[in-house]
């Protein structure tokens, strides 16, 4: 079992910066691909990034975001700039066995329980 605890949502103007983290406990965090997604109202899940060794983000925020994950730790962190009021949405941090990225919610086995993010225009 391995839970996913997000941390760091928040209001925020339009061009301003945010970090989410999420902690993870329960498995061997070294051998799991992390992913974060993120839900607006009225919409599907979509992928916004993730991370193995190597990493892969939705082109919405590529250039805007930055996924890193800390193994010592058990985090993987998403660092959020240049906020648009479209990128405002409830953010879940998910976890995939393995290695291999996916931008597939139905993919991940885990997820958090998701942090809101609002960004005003």
């Known amino acids: 079992q391995v839970q996913l605890v997000e941390s760091g949502g928040g209001l925020v103007q339009a061009g301003g910066s945010l970090i989410l983290s999420c902690a993870a406990s329960?498995?061997?965090?070294?051998?799991?691909?992390m992913g974060w997604f993120r839900q607006a109202p009225g919409k599907e899940r979509e992928f916004v990034a993730a991370?193995?060794?190597?990493?892969k983000y939705a082109d919405s925020v590529k250039g805007r975001f930055a996924i890193s994950r800390d193994n010592t730790k058990n985090t993987v962190d998403l660092q959020m700039n240049s906020l648009k009021p479209e990128d405002t949405a409830v953010y879940y941090c998910?976890?995939?066995?393995?290695?291999?990225?996916?931008?597939?919610?139905?993919?991940?086995?885990?997820w958090g329980q998701g942090t809101q993010v609002t960004v005003s225009s």
């Open positions: 991370i193995s060794w190597t990493d």
């Open positions: 329960g498995r061997t965090f070294n051998n799991w691909a």
């Open positions: 998910a976890a995939r066995a393995g290695l291999l990225l996916s931008v597939v919610p139905g993919d991940y086995e885990y």
